[in-house]
């Protein structure tokens, strides 16, 4: 079993539609949670960032973390053709400063059609 | 200013050959990483470099790969006597501090093709 179970879809909507991505992981060490978008041919970039539980947004996206559950999710609002990409869950245990290594889902594809 | 550089962006190598990939991070970021990212799959890691401390080599698959980080800036992956089962991505990510509240920023990759 990996550590960090991501449904790679693919997911396909409606421009405007609310999507939800999920991704569960078995570690109960892991604190730090991030999600990351890929586009085609390029590397992931950093969308949002949580520590511990709860939920934080950041403009149409909106992160939350059960960690009860070991289940964190993104959704993201009125959604748009350009969040046409791949999305990866990523986490990471404390390890007092430094934030070491990430464990990453496989990634969803998602396509936002107009 | 300039994100994470990675060359070559593409590499077609023969089954049996040495590769280097470079890495070029972010001014000032003390944390370096490496990651493989195959088809359909997710970011595997490779290695994982902090300041002047030893790296974190648990990810590197076989001894035919290894990397190292001269002068605390450039980085470059080696993959000795390659095999078709290294064609993957090979993406390069720095940080600040590689410290939790320090996000990484990766490069766009090296696409490695072992024919």
């Known amino acids: 079993q990996k550590e960090v179970e991501q449904d790679p879809g693919p997911l396909s909507v409606p421009e405007g539609a609310i999507v939800s991505l999920n991704c569960t992981y078995s570690?109960?060490?892991?604190?730090?949670f991030m999600w990351y978008r890929q586009y085609s041919r390029k590397g992931p970039e950093l969308l949002i960032y949580?520590?511990?539980?709860g939920n934080k947004e950041d403009g149409r996206f909106t992160a939350q973390v059960d960690k009860s559950s070991k289940y964190i999710s993104l959704f993201i609002r009125d959604s748009q053709p350009s969040d046409s990409a791949t999305y990866l869950c990523?986490?990471?245990?404390?390890?007092?400063?430094?934030?070491?290594?990430?464990?990453f889902g496989r990634g969803t594809q998602l396509t936002v059609w107009p | 200013g300039a994100g994470v550089s990675q060359s070559p962006s593409n590499k077609v190598t023969e089954k049996g050959k040495d590769v280097e990939l470079r890495c070029d991070p972010i001014?000032?970021?003390?944390?370096l990483y490496w990651y493989r990212q195959s088809l359909g799959q997710g970011l595997e890691f490779l290695i994982y470099?902090?300041?002047?401390?030893?790296?974190?080599k648990s990810g590197l698959p076989s001894d035919r790969f290894s990397a190292e980080r001269t002068g605390g800036s450039v980085s470059t992956l080696t993959i000795q006597r390659t095999q078709q089962e290294d064609s993957a991505v090979y993406l390069c990510?720095?940080?600040?501090?590689?410290?939790?509240?320090?996000?990484?920023?990766f490069g766009n990759g090296t696409r490695l093709t072992v024919t």
């Open positions: 990510a720095s940080s600040y501090t590689g410290t939790s509240n320090s996000p990484l920023h």
């Open positions: 570690n109960s060490a892991f604190q730090y």
């Open positions: 949580t520590y511990s539980s």
């Open positions: 990523a986490m990471s245990a404390n390890r007092g400063s430094t934030l070491g290594r990430l464990y």
């Open positions: 001014s000032g970021h003390t944390a």
């Open positions: 470099f902090q300041g002047n401390s030893a790296p974190d």
